[in-house]
């Protein structure tokens, strides 16, 4: 059983449409991470979180502590969202990170 | 400020060479990752240094793979001798100190294995 599960998988949406991807961890954690990475590129850090709520642009990020789950929202989607978003998790020592196999999105104009 | 920074971009070689990738963190950052990126997973952590010491290297293949990072600041990993199954992304990353913290990646080295 993976420590990070997250869904879908795989997800194509139209511009302009509201996204919502979902992270779940089974192991006590310090922070939340979520990443990009685009085809061929390196990942980028999106957000840090470890409890409530963080926005930047039209990406919203939200964890829930009790149930160990997590969601990452694009808001007005466009063609350069598509990417692969990946959610790790480091856990309560800050020693072991643990990451999600990611979810590959694409947003079709 | 200068990001993470990784070499070479990409290596080619055939199985049972050896090979080296190099790191240099952004500076001041203590805490220091190495990751495998098989095409299609997530990247799954190698070796984490905290300055010049080891935290975390369970997942290190040790009788093939090595690392080090003297004096805290640039590391290196060594494969040797490479198997087919070593083609990934070998990615690098570094934080402020530990897990709590933002963690930066450099670009990656991309090694195929033939």
């Known amino acids: 059983k993976n420590e990070v599960e997250q869904s879908p998988q795989n997800l194509t949406a139209q511009e302009g449409e509201f996204i919502t991807i979902n992270c779940s961890y089974s192991v006590g954690i310090s922070a939340l991470h979520w990443l990009q990475q685009h085809p061929g590129g390196g990942i980028v850090s999106l957000f840090m979180?470890?409890?409530g709520k963080k926005k930047h642009g039209r990406l919203i990020a939200t964890i829930n502590i009790q149930e160990k789950h997590s969601s990452l929202h694009i808001t007005a989607s466009h063609p350069r969202d598509s990417a692969v978003y990946i959610c790790?998790?480091?856990?309560?020592?800050?020693?072991?990170?643990?990451f999600g196999t990611g979810t590959s999105l694409t947003v079709i104009p | 400020e200068a990001g993470v920074a990784q070499s070479p971009r990409y290596k080619i070689i055939e199985k049972r060479q050896s090979v080296a990738f190099w790191c240099n963190p952004i500076?001041?950052?203590?805490?220091l990752y190495w990751y495998q990126q098989i095409l299609g997973q997530g990247p799954k952590l190698l070796i984490q240094f905290q300055n010049n010491g080891v935290v975390d290297d369970s997942q290190l293949p040790k009788d093939r793979f090595s690392a080090e990072r003297l004096k805290g600041v640039d590391s290196t990993l060594k494969i040797q001798p490479a198997k087919l199954e070593d083609s990934a992304v070998y990615l690098c990353a570094s934080s402020l100190a530990g897990g709590v913290y933002e963690q930066y990646f450099g670009p990656g080295t991309r090694l195929t294995v033939t």
């Open positions: 979180l470890s409890s």
């Open positions: 500076s001041g950052h203590a805490t």
């Open positions: 790790a998790v480091s856990t309560l020592t800050g020693n072991q990170f643990y």
